[in-house]
T-cell receptor, first 114, second 109 residues
Framework: TAGITQAPTSQILAAGRSMTLRCTQDMRHNAMYWYRQDLGLGLRLIHYSNTAGTTGKGEVPDGYSVSRANTDDFPLTLASAVPSQTSVYFC?????????????FGPGTRLTVL | GQNIDQPTEMTATEGAIVQINCTYQTSGFNGLFWYQQHAGEAPTFLSYNVLDGLEEKGRFSSFLSRSKGYSYLLLKELQMKDSASYLCAVKDSNYQLIWGAGTKLIIKP
């Protein structure tokens, strides 16, 4: 079982360019999440989706957008990248958004914006 | 605001016991999670507490006191492979996880 896959593994992006980070899960989980992880800070929630067709804003949503057209896929788009978006991005999923379901994480995408 | 505090770094000796503390202040409480994250890898789930007390799972145990806003992760019989960051996270009233910055655990032979 693949679990959660993310693509690309890493990317260097010029400031002002757009990019979509892909995330796919095969566990039929209802809830999916996008986090960024920066040195010295905890994981910060960017956007989430409690079920296909719905999305919500997390702690740091500015500059990012998401869609949830189906259960499996949850792409994250940076419309016009800025250097402060340099980070490691993790996609995660859980059976539902409510407790006690733990979140399962993808391997991450390391993004550098120059 | 919401806040999760954990020590930045701890050092312990192989074969010993270490306790990693976590204190939290959140809007609502729907459970506390501990995750392990090796350098360059994704976090993986270790334990979950929603009621006060100790949950034991092999070499790892996690304790919760809701009245004190406090938890700890206890690692016994430390092995070199336990060198990792340990992340404390609390599910708030909106069922979103609020994460601590993590505790980097260094194991020495």
């Amino acid at each position: 079982t693949a679990g959660i896959t993310q693509a690309p593994t890493s990317q260097i992006l010029a400031a002002g360019r757009s990019m979509t980070l892909r995330c796919t899960q095969d566990m039929r989980h209802n809830a999916m999440y996008w986090y960024r992880q920066d040195l010295g800070l905890g994981l910060r929630l960017i956007h989430y989706s409690n079920t296909a067709g719905t999305t919500g804003k997390g702690e740091v949503p500015d500059g990012y957008s998401v869609s949830r057209a189906n259960t499996d896929d949850f792409p994250l788009t940076l419309a016009s990248a800025v250097p402060s978006q340099t980070s490691v991005y993790f996609c995660a999923s859980s059976a539902t958004s409510e407790y006690p379901n733990e979140q399962f994480f993808g391997p991450g995408t390391r993004l550098t914006v120059l | 605001g919401q806040n999760i505090d954990q020590p930045t770094e701890m050092t312990a000796t192989e074969g010993a016991i270490v306790q990693i503390n976590c204190t939290y202040q959140t809007s609502g409480f729907n459970g506390l999670f501990w995750y392990q994250q090796h350098a360059g890898e994704a976090p993986t789930f270790l334990s979950y507490n929603v009621l006060d007390g100790l949950e034991e799972k092999g070499r790892f145990s996690s304790f919760l006191s809701r009245s004190k806003g406090y938890s700890y992760l206890l690692l016994k019989e430390l092995q070199m492979k336990d060198s990792a960051s340990y992340l404390c996270a609390v599910k708030d009233s909106n069922y979103q996880l609020i994460w601590g910055a993590g505790t980097k655990l260094i194991i020495k032979p």
